[in-house]
């Protein structure tokens, strides 16, 4: 996966938005004029521009360039002289420049802008945790089963031995307290078990669910991806909520 070095600035003369993407200029997006002078320019000759965003892995960082100028991440200023970088989702709203008269900054679109550059994520540790989730899944049925299964067995138990109770046989009678026991000790470990244990097994699922729908997201737009497995959404190559591209 390529890591993305983009700088962001408004295209001289057109004024539209304008990115250099590892040092090679795109194509200019939107219409003409659409990109207020507030907006620093972008300058390919001295590779700067209003703001840049690098990319390293699935994490995306942006630095405003102009000392002068601003750039604004969910309506807070980052840090004026590039020293040091603002983390960034496809969720924050990023505008640059100052406001002017009742214009609000120009918002840049980061979703648009990643995809503009070709950046795409890597869903890689996905196949891991959907994995994770079916083995987690199936440990919780096997252990409801075993709970079901010893659920029975100690009640045949009881009920055999308050059965007995009330053979004649004075063979059997005289094993009366000892079944009594047998029937008691089983009742109570069986109590004791399920107190331990709990019918823990809905519970457990719904923690599983609750984790799988935090860590199995799009490592852009962070939506819950769904039930397609791993594989498929590599396959896929593209996020089905947002639509960035999946490294393969
Ligand atoms: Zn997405």
Redesign the pocket.
Same mark, same amino acid.
Not at 218 to 223: E, I, K, S, W
Not at 239 to 244: L, P, Q, S, V
């Given at each position: 996966m390529e890591n993305l070095d983009i700088i962001i600035g408004r295209e001289d003369g057109t004024n539209r938005l304008a990115m250099l993407v590892n040092g090679t200029k795109k194509q200019a997006a939107g219409t003409p004029n659409s990109v207020p002078m507030t907006v620093s320019r972008l300058k390919p000759d001295q590779m700067t521009g209003h703001c840049r965003i690098v990319t390293q892995g699935n994490d995306v960082w942006i630095y405003n360039l102009n000392p002068q100028n601003v750039t604004y991440v969910n309506g807070e200023p980052i840090c004026a002289d590039g020293s040091f970088p603002t983390q960034l989702s #496809?969720k924050d709203k990023v505008q640059l420049g100052y406001p002017q008269e009742n214009n609000a900054p120009y918002s840049v679109n980061i979703l648009s802008a990643l995809k503009a550059a070709n950046w795409s #994520?890597d869903i890689h540790h996905l196949l891991h945790v959907w994995k994770q989730y079916d083995y987690d899944n199936e440990k919780i049925d096997i252990g409801q089963q075993r709970m079901n299964a010893m659920q029975s067995v100690t009640g045949i138990l009881s009920m055999g031995a308050t059965a007995a109770l009330f053979v004649p046989n004075p063979t059997i009678a005289s094993l009366r307290p000892v079944l009594i026991t047998i029937a008691l000790a089983l009742m109570v470990v069986f109590a004791v078990f399920r107190f331990r244990k709990g019918n823990m097994g809905p519970v457990q699922k719904k923690r599983l669910n609750e984790q799988f729908h935090r860590d199995y997201v799009?490592?852009?737009?962070?939506?819950f991806?769904g039930n397609i497995p791993g594989n498929e959404l590599i396959s896929l190559g593209k996020?089905?909520?947002?639509?960035?591209s999946y490294a393969s």
């Open positions: #496809a #994520a799009c490592p852009c737009c962070g939506q991806l996020c089905t909520k947002c639509g960035i």
